[in-house]
C-alpha cells in the first residue's frame, strides 16, 4: 500500500546539496543537473527522512489523491 503523502522541493531554495537523496532509503529523490533536488513521487514512501536532514528546509509534503 502507498504512502498517503509524498515529498516536494520548492527549488527557489534548494541548495543541491544532495543530502536529501544520501538520506532516501528507496533512491526517490535526484539532484537534476546540479541545481536542485527532485522527488519521483512513485518511488517516495513519505518517510520523512528528506525532510529532516534538508539545511535549507526546501522540503514539503503533499497528500496523495485517492485514486478512482
Request: aromatic content about 6%; some cysteine; overall charge positive.
Amino acid at each position: 500500500m502507498a504512502s498517503k503523502r509524498f515529498a516536494q522541493v520548492d527549488r527557489t531554495r534548494c541548495v543541491s546539496c544532495g543530502a536529501c537523496a544520501k538520506e532516501c532509503p528507496k533512491g526517490a529523490v535526484q539532484i537534476w543537473r546540479g541545481c536542485w533536488a527532485v522527488v519521483n513521487p512513485e518511488r517516495c514512501v513519505g518517510c520523512g527522512k528528506c525532510q529532516k536532514i534538508c539545511p535549507a528546509d526546501c522540503i514539503q509534503f503533499q497528500q496523495r489523491e485517492a485514486a478512482s
